[in-house]
């Protein structure tokens, strides 16, 4: 049995996120932003016309970043690395859709705390243990891939109180991957109705948030906020397994946007400690956590 010396000389492998910083975070290309948009007003019409899902658009004489569309190819980065770059971090889930535009289009803070309050209230229930229906509204597979590292010994969701089930009757939450495919958009409908209340959608992806590459087209309804409610966003192409587990963790309250790690994408994390900012989260309990 060669898992025994391996597992005596490796020691444990599973991540002690969020109680502790994972160590690819600060490094991981997660998204794209714009560097002093004040300033980046001119000859940025190659990257807007580079960029294949048309991310990339000026207002009021700026250039801004949809980053529910990006899929991360780096054009603009290449064409114009004054301009874009790409964003350390990977805890870039939000709750709102206008949120994932880069520089954030105006929105007060008391129109998240809002969001994130009512969200806060449906889930109260859903703190202890979680179950997950997930479902591919027309995927390429690279999204499916992510999703199922969650339950591998390194990144261990189970630990968590997070769980996969096959029946919608019951989860708590819907995790959808891929385009919205016409001939999956009743599936996802009824999947959705069949789950109890309360119940927290996620949009895993760019592809489940605007269509991706496909975009909106005589096939696909360009993402999944047309058929089902969503509630957390998640951006990349694919999406990372720690992504996807902010994503789970902020949609059922565990954690907030104001908890990001330092170097991540929200200016409301920097200075703050990642400990301290979630140590009053492992008072309620985390699943398995303590035992690992």
């Known amino acids: 049995m060669p898992w025994i010396p391996r597992g005596l000389r490796e020691g444990v492998v599973t ?29 940025i019409e190659d990257s807007v016309a580079a960029c294949p899902t048309g991310a990339i658009t000026i207002h009021d004489g700026r250039p801004r970043i949809d980053q ?26 939000e709750l709102r859709r206008e949120a994932l535009v880069v520089p954030e289009i105006t929105e007060s803070d008391e129109v998240l705390r809002l969001a994130s309050a009512e969200l806060g209230r449906r889930v109260r229930a859903l703190r202890k243990s979680v179950h997950i229906r997930h479902i591919d509204v027309g ?14 010994p390194v990144y261990d969701v189970q630990r968590l109180g997070v769980f996969f089930t096959a029946s919608p009757r019951h989860a708590d939450l819907l995790l959808a991957t891929g385009v919205g495919t016409v001939g999956m958009l009743d599936a996802l409908r009824q999947t959705y109705e069949a789950m109890p209340e309360p119940k927290v959608v996620i949009a895993a992806g760019v592809e489940a948030i605007s269509g ?50 330092p170097g991540g994408r929200s200016p409301r994390s920097q200075g703050k400690d990642l400990g301290t ?12 956590e303590g035992r690992i």
């Open 212 to 261: 991706g590459l496909l975009g909106r087209g005589y096939a696909s309804h360009g993402g999944i906020a047309t058929t089902v409610p969503v509630d957390v966003f998640v951006p990349g192409s694919p999406p990372s397994p720690f992504s996807l587990l902010y994503g789970i963790l902020l949609a059922i309250g565990r954690l907030s946007t104001a908890d990001r790690a």
């Open 139 to 152: 995927s390429d597979g690279s999204d499916e891939w992510e999703v199922a590292a969650l339950t591998n």
């Open 277 to 288: 900012a979630r140590s009053d989260l492992y008072s309620e309990g985390f699943g398995m």
């Open 15 to 43: 991540s002690r996120y969020p109680r502790r910083r994972d160590g690819y975070g600060p490094v991981f290309r997660a998204a794209v932003r714009v560097i002093d948009a004040a300033d980046a007003t001119t000859r």
């Open 68 to 93: 529910g569309s990006c899929i991360l190819c780096g054009r603009c980065t290449e064409l114009r690395p004054d301009v874009f770059r790409f964003d350390p971090g990977f805890e870039t889930a």
